[in-house]
């Protein structure tokens, strides 16, 4: 029998090169003082849209045995976001805030292949919500000295509920590894991650861009 590679490692050495440089760039820039405090709002806007699409998938796919292990209110990211843009914004944010066309593609896909395939669930799950808990900490703590922040704007990279995001995130590849997929099933897995990290990039992308027309 071969030996097959577990799904986790994978997906680690496949996505590795999913990014381009402009998205890179934008991130970079925020965390390392070139962005501004405009720029950070401009992520959390669009990371509103993303996270309520993934978020109502998640509820109809709580049923499904093979998606069920990896759902849990631990990492529920929307009323994090929606207070963080009450702060950073006001009130009336909803009235504010638009999806960009990268965003409303990413939104579309998440609906069209999350919400149907239950691989194309875990798959948009993994990629957002391991890569939130991978750089949460980090990521908050620069915003939190960029932009004299508390906790309030930052509640989105605030995981209170998880207190060993290392050992949350191993119990979790496990689970990746352990979902009794076909090889074809596996593979579609695979390409679906791929196209997560692409569409998710091609929103930073598109925030630099709309950065540079603004100049």
């Known amino acids: 029998m071969r030996a097959v590679t577990p799904l986790s490692r994978v997906l680690a050495e496949r996505c590795t090169d999913c ?6 760039a934008f ?14 709002i401009a992520l959390v806007a669009q990371h509103y ?11 109809s796919m709580a049923a499904r045995p093979e998606a069920a292990p990896f759902i849990t209110p631990h990492l529920t990211r929307l ?16 009235e504010r805030i638009a999806p960009l066309p990268s965003t409303a593609a990413y939104v579309d896909r998440i609906r069209s292949v999350a919400g149907e395939w239950t691989g194309g669930f ?11 808990l991978s750089g949460g900490r980090f990521i908050r ?3 939190q000295r960029r932009f004299g922040f508390d906790t309030n704007g930052v509640g989105f990279y605030l995981f209170d509920q998880i207190a060993e995001p290392r ?14 997929w076909t ?3 596996r593979e579609r897995v695979i390409d679906e991650v791929s196209v997560a990290y692409r569409l998710s990039t091609s929103v930073l992308s598109s925030l630099a861009e709309a950065k540079l027309q603004a100049a």
């Open 19 to 24: 990014g381009d440089s402009a998205g890179v």
């Open 183 to 185: 090889d074809a099933e």
């Open 141 to 143: 703590s620069l915003l």
């Open 122 to 132: 875990i798959a948009h799950h993994y990629t957002r919500y391991l890569g939130d």
């Open 49 to 59: 849209f993303i996270y309520e699409a993934l978020e109502a998938v998640t509820e």
């Open 167 to 180: 050992a949350f995130k191993s119990t979790y590849r496990e689970q990746l590894d352990a979902v009794d």
């Open 79 to 94: 009323p994090a976001i929606t207070e963080d843009l009450r702060f950073l914004i006001g009130d009336d944010w909803c």
């Open 27 to 40: 991130m970079t820039g925020l965390l390392t003082g070139e962005g501004t405090r405009d720029d950070y």
